[in-house]
Every structure is written in structure tokens, then in C-alpha cells.
């Protein structure tokens, strides 16, 4: 039996876009279950990918410390408990994690966050896509963070993506009026039809300064934005009295090799006493149980519908992280790993 560990690691740091020839495949012994009490050993079998893992790629300061040179890169995954020394991780469970693009690792290390048991009856790429990160991320950016209020126009921008689409939904549901912007004509048709928006804007082939003023006469009061740059200054441009401002993301920006300048037009939060935020769903773990018994009991109710771009097998690895900075992904980015024919079972 071949004892083979497939790994992708970091060969250099990403100058500007981020290209396949920024990994390199490793292989490497598989880890001698020699596990110290509390470890376990696991075998991944579906990757999520994250537009974050670029900016965690540059030696940069940020919320998380950047990748190694070398080193598997960082990324959730689903895995399969194959050997444990900690009761609360048995042998054959089902387990959702922040681990790195390889088959097996050592996991639940003292200091390490601690992977989370996926519940019986919950897929894996359930786990990853409708009750994974993004969805949680979208309701706790529009509720906890945006004070989300029915009545209230939002606007979402990467609005086709994982967090976008459940960004869309979930203030819809709240009783919100949403316009929606992505890329091309086929994901606004997602976002009207599928998703529920009241209008949608394609900032391909639109000027979406120009829409809005048609969209939004009276400004808008909630502006969920996921892509900065231009995107963010048109939503300034158009943000009501008292509206607020969520900055989720800024994957416009995420492969600029010298940052871009900053909205312009920052002197429309003083002239509508508007305020702007930032927020990380890690600061607010304690309101994702909330979160995700909301989003089950919708998702059950059929009020959500999501979709998954699901691509094949380890070697396709970074060309699929690859599809997050084009308009190639087409709904929440997953990778399911062959069958292994190698391992310790
Ligand atoms: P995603 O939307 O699935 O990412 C891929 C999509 O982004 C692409 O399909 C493309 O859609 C759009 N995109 C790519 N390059 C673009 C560009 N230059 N301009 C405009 N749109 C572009 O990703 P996601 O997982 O839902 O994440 C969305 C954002 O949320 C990201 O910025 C991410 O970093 C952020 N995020 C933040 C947190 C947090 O805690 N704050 C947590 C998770 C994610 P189109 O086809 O429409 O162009």
C-alpha cells in the first residue's frame, strides 16, 4: 500500500494576479499516526476556496498570519477522521476545518482552532457551501454588523458569489428591497429569477453609477459590498442619509500589485452622516449558532436556493482557486477529491 501524502504547497508569493505556477506538487510521507493525546488524523475530501486565501498569501500583516513558502496551502476543507486519540473526534466522522491543500494532516492540535463535527445528515458540501462560512458571513454582516431593517434598499455587490447570493437572499427574507451587481448577463438573470432581487446590475457591461441613480432614487440605505474600488465609490455615491456601509471584501483589489487609490468621493459619508464598516465573521463566532438554525429552518422552508460550482480531483486544485478572480466560478467553489486509492484503511 502506497503511504503517499499529495500536497499542494506555497512555491512562491503571488506577484499580482495569482497564477498556477505560484504552487508546486509535493508528495510526501503520509503522517505516522503516532498521535500525541488529542490529536487526529485526517483525509480531506472536499476543499471550499476563499477568495481571503490570496490575501493570505502576501507576507503582509492582515487578521491571519500569512502562508509559508513551502508549506501546504491554507484552505477549508471537508475531512474524514481516519485515526483519533481525542473522544470527541471519532474514527469515521465527518469534520469541517480551516486545513491546507493535502490528503492527510495531523489535526486538533492544542492551539490550533479546533475543527468542527459535521451533524449527521448534513453533506459535505452543505458543510462548505449553504451552512459553511459564506452563508454565515452574509447573515451576520447584514444583521449584526449593517442592522439590517425591513423597508430598508440594499444593495449587494459580488451578489451572484457565495456571499453575495446569500447576501441577496437573506435581506429579502428581512423584508428589504435589494439590487444585486455581478458579471454578465446569465448571473443577473440568477439574481432576479433565482435569488429573489428586485434588480440586478451588470458592472461588466453597465455603468453602475448611472443604474443606481435610475434603481435607487432615494439613496441606498444598506450597502453590502464585496468587491471595492469602483464598485464601493458608485455605492458611496448613491448612499442614503444615515446609511451604512458593510465592507465584506475587496476582491476587485485582492491581485493589484500596488493598491489602487481609495474612493474618491469619501466625503459623501459626512455630507450623508453615513458610516462605513469592516468586519471579520471570526469576531463574531458567538452568533453563528443563531445564524445557522435561521438559515436551516429557511433553507428547509425552500425560501433559499444556492449553487455550487463543483470541480474534480486533486491535480485541478489551483486552477479552480484559479476561477474566483474571473467571472468562471458559478456559485459557491468547491473540489471534490477522487476516491483515494492510497491511504491507511
Ligand atoms: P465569490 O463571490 O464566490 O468569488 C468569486 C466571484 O467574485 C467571481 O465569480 C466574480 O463574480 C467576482 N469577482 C472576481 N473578480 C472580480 C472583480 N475584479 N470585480 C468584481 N467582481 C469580481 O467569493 P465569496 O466567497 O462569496 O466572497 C465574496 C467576498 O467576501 C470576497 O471579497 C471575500 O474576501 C469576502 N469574505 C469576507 C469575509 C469576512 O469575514 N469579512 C468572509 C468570507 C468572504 P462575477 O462573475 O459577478 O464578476
Redesign the pocket.
Same mark, same amino acid.
Given at each position: 500500500m502506497s503511504r503517499i501524502n499529495r500536497q499542494w504547497v506555497l512555491a512562491r508569493r503571488p506577484k499580482g494576479q495569482v497564477r498556477v505556477e505560484d504552487f508546486a506538487r509535493c508528495d510526501a510521507p503520509v503522517p505516522v499516526p503516532d498521535l500525541a493525546a488529542g490529536e487526529i488524523l485526517i483525509r480531506t475530501e472536499m476543499f471550499g476556496f476563499?477568495?481571503?486565501q490570496r490575501?493570505w498569501m502576501d507576507d503582509a500583516p492582515s487578521y491571519m498570519p500569512p502562508m509559508a513558502i513551502g508549506e501546504p496551502v491554507r484552505g477549508s476543507a471537508v475531512a474524514r477522521v481516519v485515526a483519533s486519540t481525542n473522544p470527541a473526534y471519532p474514527e469515521g466522522a465527518l469534520v469541517r476545518g480551516l486545513f491546507s491543500w493535502q490528503d492527510y494532516a495531523v489535526a486538533a492540535r492544542a492551539g490550533e482552532a479546533a475543527p468542527t463535527l459535521i451533524p449527521e445528515g448534513v453533506t459535505a458540501q452543505e458543510a462548505l457551501g449553504v451552512f459553511g !462560512? +459564506?452563508s454565515l458571513?452574509a447573515w451576520v454582516?447584514l444583521k449584526a454588523v449593517g442592522r439590517l431593517a425591513a423597508g430598508d434598499t440594499v444593495l449587494v455587490?459580488?451578489?451572484?458569489?457565495?456571499?453575495?447570493s446569500m447576501a441577496v437572499q437573506i435581506a429579502r427574507l428581512n423584508g428589504a428591497r435589494v439590487i444585486g451587481?455581478?458579471?454578465?448577463p446569465e448571473?443577473c438573470r440568477w439574481l432576479v429569477e433565482d435569488y429573489g432581487a428586485a434588480a440586478a446590475i451588470d458592472?461588466?457591461h453597465e455603468d453602475v453609477a448611472a443604474r443606481l441613480a435610475v434603481l435607487a432614487p432615494d439613496g441606498i440605505d444598506l450597502f453590502f459590498d464585496?468587491?471595492g474600488?469602483e464598485?464601493l465609490e458608485a455605492g458611496i455615491a448613491h448612499i442614503a442619509r444615515f446609511g451604512r456601509i458593510v465592507l465584506? !471584501? +475587496?476582491?476587485?483589489g485582492?491581485n493589484d500589485e500596488q493598491p489602487a487609490p481609495g474612493p474618491r468621493n469619501l466625503w459623501r459619508l459626512i455630507a450623508q452622516r453615513a458610516e462605513m464598516r469592516?468586519?471579520?465573521?471570526?469576531d463574531h463566532l458567538a452568533t453563528v449558532a443563531t445564524a445557522r438554525s435561521q438559515l436551516e429552518a429557511w433553507l428547509r422552508a425552500g425560501g433559499i436556493r444556492y449553487r455550487i460550482d463543483m470541480q474534480q480531483g486533486f491535480e485541478a486544485i489551483p486552477e479552480t482557486f484559479l476561477?474566483?478572480?474571473?467571472?468562471?466560478?458559478?456559485?459557491?467553489?468547491l473540489l471534490r477529491l477522487e476516491a483515494p486509492d492510497i491511504g491507511l484503511e
Open positions: 476563499d477568495p481571503a490575501g !462560512g +459564506a458571513t454582516g455587490s459580488g451578489a451572484a458569489g457565495a456571499v453575495g451587481i455581478a458579471g454578465g448571473k458592472y461588466r464585496n468587491v474600488g464598485t465584506c !471584501g +475587496a476582491i476587485s485582492y469592516g468586519f471579520i465573521l471570526l476561477r474566483l478572480f474571473s467571472s468562471a466560478s458559478q456559485g459557491k467553489q
